[in-house]
């Protein structure tokens, strides 16, 4: 496994390769942390930011010594970048804001000159999988903070392959818990959009996204 910085996207972030350092043990539990906290898990999300803030103790960090970072992202998303760091600051996490033009976002994004980079996005198909297969797996385009994971690669390839559902949701299920346990690319939240579609138009269940993300295999035109 190679490390990296983190980075964030529709409710995600991801982290930047950096070499290892005597602060790497630090690091680990800082990404650690960071997922546990942005997982809104219904009732359980107070034991969960009680259990992050364990870790940070237990790392040395606290109220006197909390861990300090920055937040780049583009200045269209300044709403979004505050609320992430006051999920970050309800644990003892103390984030920078860095709001920069998206031109120069993008840049510092794809050279990995980042500590966390901010930035929402829409899955571009029907897929669960294929939004890993932009973000999450070696040599993805978008896998900004350079990671590999040979576990998350294996099970990307073998659910493409599966054409069984019930076995490739669980080989899916799978994936997604390895790739939220490493906790490079955390997904913060998943927006609620609202489709529109002519009745004569069958066979389409749609998939909410701010991009069109259906590929109509099965779906038709009662009339012209």
């Given at each position: 496994m190679t490390s990296s910085r983190t980075s964030l996207g529709n409710g995600a972030a991801t982290a930047s390769t950096s070499a290892r350092s005597g602060a790497a043990a630090a690091v680990e539990r800082r990404r650690r942390v960071i997922v546990v906290v942005v997982i809104p898990i219904a009732d359980a999300v107070a034991i969960l930011v009680d259990?992050?803030?364990?870790?940070?103790?237990?790392?040395?960090?606290?109220?006197?010594?909390?861990?300090?970072?920055?937040?780049?992202?583009?200045?269209?998303?300044?709403?979004?970048?505050?609320?992430?760091?006051?999920?970050?600051?309800?644990?003892?996490?103390?984030?920078?804001?860095?709001?920069?033009?998206?031109?120069?976002?993008?840049?510092?994004?794809?050279?990995?000159?980042?500590?966390i980079s901010y930035h929402p996005a829409a899955p571009p198909i029907d897929d669960p999988a294929h939004y890993v297969g932009i973000w999450d797996v070696t040599g993805a385009p978008r896998n900004y903070g350079k990671w590999s994971i040979p576990e998350v690669d294996r099970l990307y390839r073998e659910q493409d392959r599966t054409i069984d559902p019930t076995r490739r949701a669980q080989l899916v299920r799978?994936?997604?818990?390895?790739?939220?346990?490493?906790?490079?690319?955390?997904?913060?939240?998943?927006?609620?959009?609202?489709?529109?579609?002519?009745?004569?138009?069958?066979?389409?269940?749609?998939?909410?996204?701010?991009?069109?993300?259906?590929?109509?295999?099965?779906?038709?035109?009662?009339?012209?």
């Open positions: 259990e992050a803030k364990r870790l940070l103790k237990e790392a040395g960090y606290g109220p006197e010594s909390p861990i300090r970072t920055t937040i780049i992202f583009s200045n269209i998303f300044d709403s979004h970048a505050v609320v992430f760091s006051e999920l970050l600051k309800d644990i003892g996490i103390r984030a920078e804001l860095n709001s920069v033009l998206i031109a120069q976002h993008t840049q510092a994004t794809i050279q990995g000159t980042f500590d799978e994936l997604q818990l390895r790739i939220y346990e490493e906790a490079w690319n955390v997904r913060l939240v998943f927006a609620q959009t609202y489709g529109v579609w002519y009745p004569h138009l069958k066979g389409y269940t749609g998939y909410h996204s701010f991009d069109n993300t259906y590929r109509h295999e099965t779906s038709w035109l009662t009339r012209k």
